[in-house]
C-alpha cells in the first residue's frame, strides 16, 4: 500500500484557521468544450512557440546558475508594455514579477497583512483572495456587492470605514461577475482605505475602463495593481504575474519573495512571449467581439446575463445551478459554478467553441429556468 494512507488531515496538527477549509478546485477535466478557467482559447502562433523554444534553449546554458533574483529584464519588458497599454510611463522600478498574479498577491499579504492582520473583498470576487487571505494569517473580511453584482463605491466605502482592513481587493474587471470599476470609483475607495489597496487588473486587457496604473502617482503609498501575462497574453502555463506600484512597495516585498523564484526558464520565456504582444493582443478584440455576439444570443433566447467587460460571462436565472452545470458537463460542455445561488459562468472560448456552448444553453433555456 501507500507509505502514511491511514493518517487523515484530521490527524495533522493544521493551523485552526485551515481546518475545514477547502483549497481552490477547478475540475481539471478532458471534455470537448473547456470554457471553465478564463483561459484565452488562441493557442500561441507558431513564431511564439518557435521564439520561446529559442528562448528557453539559450537559457538552459546557464541552467547550473540562479537566475537574475530581481528579474530586472524582464520586469523592463513588462514596465514597457505597461506603458505602452496604459499610457502611464512606469520604470522597472515600478514593476514586480512572481509565478503568476496569484503569486503576487500572495507576497503582498506576507508583507501587508499577516497576523493580527485584515483583508477586504467585495464579494462575490475571486475566490483565491480568501484563500490567500487564510494562507497567510490574515483575516478575512467580506464586504458585499450590489444586487446587480455592480460595487457601489459608496457602500464601499462605509465598508472600509466601519472595518478599517489593512488590505482592500477590488478585482477590475470582476471576477466572476464581469464589470469593471472606473477610476472615480477607486479613488473614493483608495482614499478611504487605512492601508493597501490591490486593484487585481487580471483581466484588464479586456476592459473598456482605463487602468488605476494612472492612479499611482496620486496614491503610491498605498495603491498596487495586479496583472496577469494568463489571460489577454494567453500564457497561463507560462506562469507569470507582474504588479505596477510605487518602488518602495517592490522594496518591501523583496523582504517577503522567496530569492530566485523566477526561474530562467520562466523569465526567458516570458519575455519571448512578450516580444509578440502585439500579435497575442490582437486576438483580445476578436474574444471581445465573441463575447458580445455570445451575450446577445444568450438574451435572446431569454438568459438573464450580467454585463460583462472580461472574456467571461455570468448568466442564469437556473432553478438548480449545479444540476445545470451538470447538464451542460453531460453534453461535453464544462462551464463553472461559482457557487452563486441561479447563476453559471462561462469563458468565451473560440468561435466553434461558442456554437456549441450556445447551442446547448438553447436545449437548456425551457428546461432549467
Ligand atoms: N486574479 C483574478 C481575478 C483571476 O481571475 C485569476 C485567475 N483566475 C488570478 C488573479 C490569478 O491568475 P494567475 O495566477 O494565473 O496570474
Redesign the pocket.
Same mark, same amino acid.
Given at each position: 500500500g501507500i507509505p502514511g494512507r491511514s493518517v487523515t488531515l484530521d490527524d495533522l496538527p493544521l493551523r485552526d484557521a485551515l481546518r475545514g477549509k477547502s483549497p481552490y478546485g477547478a475540475p481539471q477535466l478532458q471534455v470537448p468544450v473547456v470554457l471553465n =478557467? &478564463?483561459e484565452n482559447p488562441h493557442p500561441p502562433s507558431q513564431a511564439l512557440i518557435d521564439d520561446v523554444a529559442k528562448a528557453v534553449a539559450a537559457a538552459s546554458e546557464e541552467l547550473h546558475r540562479y537566475p537574475d533574483r530581481d528579474a530586472v529584464g524582464l520586469r523592463s519588458d513588462l514596465a514597457a508594455y505597461l506603458s505602452s497599454a496604459t499610457g502611464v510611463e512606469l520604470s522597472v522600478d515600478n514593476v514586480w514579477a512572481a509565478n /503568476?498574479? &496569484?503569486?503576487i498577491?500572495q507576497q503582498i499579504l506576507q508583507a501587508f497583512g499577516g497576523p493580527g492582520r485584515s483583508a477586504m473583498g467585495f464579494v462575490p470576487s475571486?475566490s483565491?483572495h480568501p484563500i490567500i487571505s487564510d494562507g497567510t494569517q490574515t483575516e478575512w473580511v467580506p464586504a458585499y456587492r450590489a444586487d446587480d453584482f455592480s460595487l457601489d463605491a459608496e457602500q464601499a466605502v462605509a465598508a472600509i470605514a466601519e472595518h478599517r482592513p489593512d488590505v482592500v481587493f477590488v =478585482?477590475s474587471p470582476n &471576477?466572476p461577475t464581469g464589470g469593471s470599476v472606473p477610476l472615480d470609483d477607486l479613488r473614493a475607495i483608495i482614499g478611504a482605505a487605512p492601508g493597501i489597496v490591490i486593484v487585481?487588473e $487580471?483581466?484588464g486587457e479586456f476592459s473598456s475602463q482605463p487602468s488605476a496604473t494612472a492612479l499611482i502617482d496620486e496614491f503610491g503609498s498605498k495603491l498596487i495593481v495586479?496583472r =496577469?501575462m494568463?489571460k489577454a497574453f494567453a500564457f $497561463?502555463g507560462g506562469?507569470l /504575474?507582474y504588479l505596477a506600484a510605487a518602488p518602495a512597495v517592490i522594496e518591501a516585498l523583496l523582504l517577503v519573495r522567496l530569492p530566485y523564484h523566477l526561474s530562467v526558464l520562466t523569465q526567458a520565456a516570458a519575455r519571448a512571449a512578450l516580444q509578440h504582444a502585439p500579435e497575442t493582443l490582437g486576438g483580445v478584440a476578436a474574444i471581445a467581439a465573441e463575447r458580445d455576439r455570445v451575450v446577445a444570443a444568450l438574451a435572446g433566447m431569454g438568459y438573464d446575463v450580467t454585463p460583462s467587460d472580461a472574456n467571461f460571462i455570468l448568466f442564469g436565472d437556473f432553478a438548480d445551478a449545479p444540476a445545470t452545470w451538470q447538464r451542460y458537463l453531460d453534453r461535453g460542455v464544462l462551464i463553472r459554478d461559482v457557487g452563486i445561488p441561479g447563476r453559471l459562468r462561462a469563458t468565451i472560448g473560440l468561435p466553434a467553441e461558442n456554437d456549441v456552448f450556445l447551442t446547448v444553453s438553447a436545449e437548456l433555456a425551457d428546461t432549467d429556468r
Open positions: =478557467t &478564463n /503568476g498574479s &496569484n503569486e498577491l475571486y483565491m =478585482t &471576477n487585481d $487580471a483581466y495586479s =496577469t494568463s $497561463a506562469r /504575474g
